[in-house]
Nanobody
Framework: VQLQASGGGLVQPGGSLRLSCAASGFTFSSYTMGWFRQAPGKDREFVATISGSGATTHYADSVKGRFTISRDNAKNTNYLQMNSLKPEDTAAYFC??????????????????WGQGTQVTVSS
């Protein structure tokens, strides 16, 4: 199983970025995908999740209405579109995958596989 996150960078407040997570080594459409983030000195926190079919999504309250999670099962890739970015969104963003959510979709231990982080910095 491999998850490759990309798309991070430096953006001004109010700007947008789209993160991608390319997956391989498993049946992508059968897996729930999630995005988490971790700022220096803080715990890893839930951002968004999407079911295998894409029919069900959940968001952290802090990003609801600004971020959109989606997936393209034909390309084995999921995305996190981030709009209206704020300085407090600055963090390393990680994608995660699991066949069955082990605990809860908003908990890191609910996911079996993790990609490397991609850094998002929101600053003027």
């Amino acid at each position: 199983v491999q998850l490759q996150a990309s798309g991070g960078g430096l953006v001004q407040p109010g700007g947008s970025l789209r993160l991608s997570c390319a997956a391989s080594g498993f049946t992508f459409s059968s897996y729930t995908m999630g995005w988490f983030r971790q700022a220096p000195g803080k715990d890893r926190e839930f951002v968004a999740t999407i079911s295998g079919s894409g029919a069900t999504t959940h968001y952290a309250d802090s990003v609801k209405g600004r971020f959109t999670i989606s997936r393209d099962n034909a390309k084995n890739t999921n995305y996190l579109q981030m709009n209206s970015l704020k300085p407090e969104d600055t963090a390393a963003y990680f994608c995660a995958a699991t066949r069955f959510v082990r605990s809860a979709y908003y908990r890191p231990d609910g996911y079996a596989y993790w990609g490397q982080g991609t850094q998002v910095t929101v600053s003027s």
